[in-house]
């Protein structure tokens, strides 16, 4: 082989299936040679992984932007993050009003534009701000967004869409979430996500519904209950949204996307009801993708208030059997920026009066898969990369350029040191909220380099506090193809 670009030598590579001693070797952006022993070719530039294992960039399909500021903005500090802590991949699931328009807090209904319309402010403001790759999957609000479905694979490539089932009703759960009108809902029903899963349903792979499934009209009776009893430690965030309102909806929606003849992908994976569910939908014929998150995966129902809640300790246990075992195929952050210190948004010891949702998360990704997962033995490195790296991108249509180390594929590369234990501190958060929910708790393997298409994008330096940004944004919209 010619003398290449960039070569990777003494390292454990997940590669595949399987773990080798060996080397990646890189040119022009793209993996070239992946291979054990002596015959690796020459090289421009060296990089001595010391013995830490190399696995694929890590593909997160769910982030949202753009609800609490300005789209741009995000990109300029969000996907900092990301880089740093391993994700070289995000998939924004965004609503037609949060594309880059000037932010307002509050949308008015005529703001709810097409995607046709709004794409290319995005991709211009993402292909000039963003640290990572990224592909879009818009969140459905009305009919007429579900009616552009086939143009906007056609014209954009765009191959995934998104329906928030706990906004179809607002005017009924208005005082519930209104930040609702951030994201610019004003109500749809069940023939809009019909209308969505047939257009889907027709384009055949790798297109796919992606639902956030939680039923709030059957919540808001909950939380009335919970109110009038006067209830208000952390834990009654779990009790307002019961797993049955979580599960209930993935049968339903399963059903319909059956009938449709549409794969589904179920976010949010958080109880063991929903897990049985997803099971059920499986053995009936329909396709049907699971994916749960890091903070359901480590953080239980005391922590913080979010959509969909967080679980039991026991909850938690069954998710990791479930990610082990197959029954969940995927992990995503489900990142979304408060841009918010801790002190503005928590009201200790009232829930209600606390603002849902935390940052940071997309940072936490890896690291709670490494220390939580691997290093406690519930999952191996070799599933890690499956749930977090090529299911994903499988799933999405981006496989084999993202999501597998493997001649041919993009280098994105993250280097990771199993044995290394940091304590977590609000310091080592590159977020703009500057906070996470994981401070103070000692964890065990970290990322510490992190390569896009060839070119290493962040390093955690030996003795650093967290790793540092180390080049200029180059990340690139992803467009995919039917068929």
Not at 46 to 60: E, K, T
């Amino acid at each position: 082989m010619e003398r290449v670009e960039v070569l990777l030598k003494n390292g454990k590579v997940v590669t595949q299936g399987k773990i080798i001693d060996g080397f990646v070797a890189v040119d022009k952006g793209k993996i070239v040679a992946v291979g054990e022993g002596d015959i690796a070719p020459q090289a421009q530039k060296v990089i001595d992984l010391r013995g830490h294992f190399l696995i694929p960039g890590v593909v997160d399909p769910e982030v949202h932007f753009g609800s609490h500021r300005w789209v741009g903005d995000e990109f300029d500090s969000e996907t900092r993050g990301a880089a740093a802590y391993g994700i070289t991949t995000w998939g924004f699931m965004q609503p037609s009003p949060n594309m880059g328009q000037p932010y307002k807090a509050e949308k008015e209904e005529d703001e709810v534009v097409s995607y046709s319309e709004a794409f290319n402010l995005f991709k211009e403001l993402g292909e000039s701000r963003s640290m990572v790759d990224f592909f879009l999957t818009p969140k459905i609000l009305k009919d007429e967004h579900a009616l552009e479905i086939p143009r906007l694979a056609r014209d954009f490539g765009i191959t995934s869409f998104k329906y928030q089932l706990h906004l179809m009703n607002p005017e009924r759960t208005a005082t519930f979430w209104p930040n609702r009108k951030s994201q610019g809902y004003f109500g749809y029903d069940d023939g809009t996500i019909y209308l969505g899963l047939e257009a889907v349903a027709k384009l055949g792979p790798p297109a796919i519904v992606c639902m956030h499934c939680e039923n709030w009209e059957i919540a808001r009776i909950f939380e009335e209950r919970l109110l009038k009893a006067g209830r208000k430690e952390y834990r009654v965030w779990n009790e307002r949204s019961p797993q049955f309102c979580e599960a209930g909806h993935v049968r339903t929606y399963a059903y319909y996307a059956r009938v449709a003849k549409c794969p589904l992908y179920i976010q949010h994976t958080t109880t063991p009801e929903t897990i049985e569910e997803i099971t059920r939908a499986r053995a009936e014929g329909g396709t049907v993708y699971a994916q749960t998150g890091p903070h359901y995966l480590s953080l239980t129902e005391d922590a913080w208030r979010i959509n969909v809640p967080l679980r039991s300790a026991e909850a938690i246990e069954v998710l990791w059997q479930a990610l082990a075992d197959g029954r969940i195929d995927a992990v995503g952050s489900d990142h979304t920026n408060a841009n918010k210190s801790r002190k503005e948004m928590e009201v200790a010891g009232d829930i209600w009066a606390t603002k849902t949702g935390f940052p940071s998360r997309g940072e936490a990704a890896l690291p709670v898969m490494l220390n939580d997962g691997v290093n406690r033995g519930r999952i191996s490195l070799q599933r890690l990369v499956e749930v977090c790296c090529e299911n994903p991108a499988r799933i999405f249509g981006i496989y084999p350029k993202k999501g597998v180390i493997a001649p041919g594929s993009d280098a994105d590369l993250v280097a990771v040191d199993l044995n290394r234990k940091v304590t977590v501190s609000n310091e080592m958060i590159h977020s703009s909220a500057g906070w996470t929910l994981w401070e103070g708790r000692e964890m065990k393997g970290w990322p510490v380099m992190t390569m896009l298409r060839g070119e290493v994008i962040a390093e955690w330096a030996d003795g650093g506090r967290r790793p540092e940004i180390v080049s200029k944004p180059f990340g690139r919209y992803l467009p995919r193809s039917l068929g």
